[in-house]
């Protein structure tokens, strides 16, 4: 069992739709989760990060999280195409420790 | 949010040559950065964490021979693919982490990635 699951996908919606990414990972003791967008040929950049149970709004997107659940997710309202990109959780013990990375959702957004 | 910047963002070579690549956080002072391995729809490999005056700490399976770390300076790390080959051929990112605030301590941020291209 992979430490940090993604569906893999592709997970394809229409535009102005909602996008619903989904993370699950085995470590309890995690204790903060992120979210990063990397498109093609590009490097992750940093979407958003949550450290308690619950959501976390910024913008179009929500963050959700559930620590007895061992579950996160990301969500996107109003789904452009440029979100078109694979999208990648990744968890971390303690603020000293390492990342450890999902193996990414991609997600189109069909005009 | 804090800049990393990496160099060369493309490089080609010949087998069997070494290929150095830099990591510079440039508004920061960053004590540890991490070196990342990506192929071709793959995800992101951790390679190494690097800690600044330290040795870096390799992932299991990495060569510590091949993939040379250097972290001499808090804002300046570099990866060195010695004697590379075309299986080495892949996309290097480098990502550093901020301690000068809590919460940028908590982020990393990512260098735009070195794509090497080994013939």
């Known amino acids: 069992q992979k430490e940090v699951e993604q569906n893999s996908g592709p997970l394809s919606v229409p535009e102005g739709a909602i996008a619903s990414l989904n993370c699950t990972y085995s470590d309890r003791g995690s204790q903060s989760f992120f979210w990063y967008r990397q498109y093609s040929g590009k490097s992750p950049e940093l979407i958003m990060f949550?450290?308690?149970?619950g959501d976390k709004e910024d913008g179009r997107f929500t963050a959700q999280l559930n620590k007895a659940s061992q579950y996160v997710s990301l969500l996107i309202r109003d789904s452009q195409p440029s979100d078109s990109a694979t999208y990648l959780c990744a968890v971390r013990r303690t603020n000293a420790g390492k990342s450890t990375f999902g193996d990414g959702t991609t997600l189109t957004v069909k005009p | 949010g804090a800049v990393v910047s990496q160099h060369p963002s493309r490089v080609i070579c010949k087998s069997g040559t070494s290929v150095k690549i830099e990591c510079r956080s440039l508004d920061f002072q960053a004590t540890t950065m991490f070196w990342y391995r990506q192929f071709p729809k793959q995800s992101l490999m951790l390679m190494a964490t690097?800690?600044?005056?330290?040795?870096?700490?390799?992932e299991q399976g990495v060569e510590k021979d091949k993939f040379l770390i250097n972290h001499a300076s808090l804002t300046l790390s570099t990866l060195t693919v010695t004697s590379a080959h075309p299986e080495d051929s892949s996309f290097y990112i480098c990502?550093?982490?901020?301690?000068?605030?809590?919460?940028?301590?908590?982020?990393?941020?990512f260098g735009p990635g070195t794509r090497l291209t080994v013939l």
């Open positions: 690097s800690n600044e005056g330290s040795k870096a700490t390799y």
């Open positions: 990502s550093a982490r901020d301690p000068t605030t809590p919460t940028r301590d908590n982020e990393q941020f």
């Open positions: 949550i450290y308690s149970n």
